[in-house]
């Protein structure tokens, strides 16, 4: 009753367009009300503590450092660099936009960013070069959803407060499933453009790509710097962003010399708005995580899917269908603050890695961001391009196939991510 109650308040709120943080709330004083303890000053303290974290303070300087990448000329840099490594390739510019969403992942961790400076940069480019439209839009929109599994991403950060993760042992997991995705993203396109008579750019010359390199090494740096930090225990996470933030303000300062006080002060009220609007619900959510916890729902929710404990595969299987049918309808952050928090005490009872199933589960989320009929990313890069939903729609299938078969690969057989992450963590 108490877990029917929670469920069905917080879905009519959603319903009725109210926004999630609000839906989270609203959800969250039915329960009080229903347990007979409702207290304003609890529900106001609950919400003030759900956002004192040491750790949440990554937010805020992974964003600057996201803003300022695209602002201060390291993002041009490295598609400057992809496309003279690859762009002369059959399809190259489609391998450009993934060798370049993969770096791009390095550097600002939001998939919306990387989905943005991606089409912005080389839609053009690929529309003048006569690249079959929906495909293009599907591979850009695709490789920009690989940003929240490659540190640093701002949803892992999230699924380690709301489910009390490492996030040490989140970024250094998600190196491996982001470069598989990659990987996955290139056999696609290598099979859609096949056929495809493309025009392709001339081979560049060793000088050019020297050029490339020295241009763009700055800007390669940012990514090594904050691994090799986190892997040694140089700096915690926390740190880690505002190393990446300080680095990138410095490089694009004056190294590049594209970043002005103008765009900086942009750049600032960008992310405090960003970072407001996360907060909120952050804090919307943990006030949630703990009524969900004193109503005792995690554990009716265990008794539910009980069968499913003693067959961890079967159970991980039951829960990726689950988050991704809700990934298809709920932006990825909210879906992370109000499942991992349930879902956790069963995933802890199978005996499964909470790192492997937070990876598992911000993947999972990842491709609900280029699923119909929401899909956020889906909708940002339609935007930008101006170019028809129903486009991107076709474009964007197979990718959403092959990532899905990935995901199942890394259900039945989870050592593909947890032996290289063993390793990486030490």
């Not at 409702?38 to 609950?46: K, N, Y």
């Not at 996470?237 to 004056?254: C, H, K, L, M």
């Not at 539910?304 to 039951?318: C, E, N």
């Not at 991510?417 to 963590?425: A, G």
Request: aromatic share 8%.
């Amino acid at each position: 009753m108490t877990l029917a109650i929670f469920l069905a308040v917080l879905l009519v709120s959603i319903l009725l367009g109210l926004p999630v943080a609000f839906a989270l709330l609203l959800s969250s004083m039915a329960l009080m009300v229903h347990m007979d303890f409702f207290s304003a000053d609890i529900l106001a303290q609950s919400l003030i503590n759900g956002v004192d974290s040491f750790t949440l303070l990554a937010i805020p300087f992974f964003l600057i450092a996201g803003e300022v990448m695209a602002s201060g000329g390291l993002s041009q840099r490295i598609v400057r660099l992809a496309t003279t490594y690859v762009g002369h390739r059959q399809g190259g510019l489609g391998y450009v936009a993934i060798m370049t969403s993969v770096l791009l992942a390095g550097l600002s961790g939001s998939a919306v960013a990387d989905a943005a400076a991606l089409v912005s940069i080389l839609y053009p480019m690929m529309k003048a070069a006569k690249y079959p439209e929906a495909p293009s839009m599907g591979l850009l929109a695709s490789g920009g959803i690989i940003a929240p599994v490659i540190p640093p991403s701002i949803p892992l950060i999230l699924v380690g407060v709301a489910g009390g993760i490492s996030i040490k042992n989140l970024f250094l997991g998600g190196i491996v499933p982001g470069l598989l995705m990659g990987m996955t993203l290139m056999f696609v396109w290598r099979w859609t453009v096949r056929k495809e008579n493309l025009e392709t750019a001339e081979k560049a010359t060793k000088a050019e790509k020297r050029a490339a390199l020295k241009d763009g090494i700055w800007a390669l740096m940012l990514p090594v710097i904050i691994i090799v930090g986190i892997r040694f225990g140089i700096f915690t996470p926390t740190e880690a962003a505002v190393v990446a933030a300080t680095y990138a303000i410095f490089i694009s300062t004056f190294v590049y010399r594209e970043l002005t006080i103008k765009r900086f002060y942009h750049i600032v009220v960008n992310a405090g708005r960003s970072t407001a609007m996360v907060m909120f619900l952050v804090g919307c959510a943990m006030v949630a995580a703990w009524l969900i916890t004193v109503a005792q729902l995690p554990q009716q929710l265990a008794e539910m899917l009980g069968p499913l404990v003693d067959s961890p595969r079967l159970l991980m299987a039951v829960i990726m269908i689950l988050v991704l049918c809700v990934g298809m309808v709920m932006d990825l952050s909210p879906t992370i603050l109000i499942l991992v928090p349930l879902l956790m005490p069963v995933i802890k009872m199978a005996g499964i890695d909470p790192t492997y199933f937070g990876l598992l589960f911000v993947i999972n989320c990842s491709i609900g961001l280029i699923t119909p009929p929401v899909g956020t990313v889906l909708n940002v890069v339609c935007g930008v391009a101006r170019v028809p939903m129903s486009t991107a729609v076709k474009g964007v299938l197979p990718f959403i196939g092959a990532y899905m078969v990935l995901l199942a690969l890394f259900v039945i057989f989870p050592s593909i991510i947890t032996v290289p992450m063993s390793f990486v963590i030490g």
